[in-house]
């Protein structure tokens, strides 16, 4: 008898250490942040691309931008936001509303598109940093805005994809000792006004210089602050070139930005933007694409100047 009561003691036990394991499990799994969610639908790249633009809408965002990276017709990206999201961003003095454009991208293959979307709250923690915690409420309703309105234009459940990072990870990301983190920008460019500034990376946009192109704009001129999504068409060294090597299935990640605040214009550095958008790409990937950084600041430098 005392040994069966020693056993139903020592089972109830190790059940109880299970549920504290398991529960410390969720607990930990919570604290994570993966960089995308997705769905596969069983429509056109057009069909699907309405329907999200639709929800978005109907949520309460505006589409600020949409284009095909590397034109390919098979590849879609819009890009979403609020005024509100903006307004919230604009607080944040080191480079916050770079977060206020969010992205949704498309890829259809074989009638089939799968629809994917940066998660918000990974971007937020990302660029925001310490900051964060000051604007965690108002971020966080528009975190679930956007995956419910998402949610609601594919009809399913959305899926975590393309890795994920703690929430002190995120904090002061870097892909790896030596490599910059989102406080490491690139200067660009310093112009006499902020003015001055706006109207030379428009011009330059409208120009097509250097293949790139106009996505988005985002202007808070109270605060004199401007963020330019820009499409990289250079066949030989923007999107075209180096999307497929990092993978397609990430291009909500796109367009890359200028930002200018006040008269300083800088950019995020490619070996941290890139390897915050595909945190799980290889070294031996990564140094496949060892000229993107530089081939964009390029870019981003012929757009300013």
Excluded: C
């Amino acid at each position: 008898m005392t040994f069966n009561n020693g056993g139903v003691v020592m089972k109830t036990f190790i059940s109880f250490l299970a549920i504290l394991f398991l529960a410390g499990g969720v607990a930990r799994a919570a604290e994570n942040h993966h960089a995308f969610y997705k769905a596969t639908v069983e429509m056109n790249i057009a069909d699907a691309t309405q329907k999200v633009k639709d929800a978005m809408e109907t949520a309460g965002f505006t589409i600020i931008g949409e284009y095909s990276p590397g034109d390919k017709p098979s590849l879609r990206v819009i890009v979403f936001s609020s005024q509100g999201l903006q307004e919230e961003l604009a607080r944040v003095k080191d480079r916050g509303l770079l977060a206020a454009a969010l992205k949704v991208g498309f890829m259809e293959t074989g009638g089939k598109t799968m629809v994917s979307m940066v998660n918000p709250a990974y971007l937020f923690r990302a660029y925001l940093m310490k900051e964060f915690k000051a604007h965690e409420g108002p971020l966080m309703k528009i975190d679930d805005l956007a995956k419910q309105a998402l949610q609601v234009a594919v009809k399913q459940d959305l899926a975590p994809s393309g890795g994920e990072l703690s929430a002190k990870e995120l904090e002061h990301y870097h892909y790896m000792v030596g490599m910059e983190y989102f406080d490491d920008p690139v200067w660009l460019k310093k112009f006499g006004s902020f003015e001055e500034g706006l109207e030379k990376i428009r011009k330059n946009l409208a120009d097509k210089k250097g293949g790139a192109a106009p996505v988005y704009e985002i202007i808070g001129q109270s605060a004199k602050i401007a963020v330019f999504g820009v499409a990289l068409g250079n066949k030989e060294t923007g999107e075209a070139h180096f999307l497929p090597i990092i993978g397609e299935d990430h291009l909500a990640a796109l367009p890359y930005e200028i930002i200018l605040v006040d008269n300083k214009a800088t950019m995020l550095h490619g070996r941290f933007r890139i390897a915050l958008h595909w945190p799980l790409l290889t070294m031996g990937t990564f140094t496949k694409i060892i000229s993107t950084p530089g081939d964009i600041e390029q870019t981003m430098k012929g757009l300013t100047n």
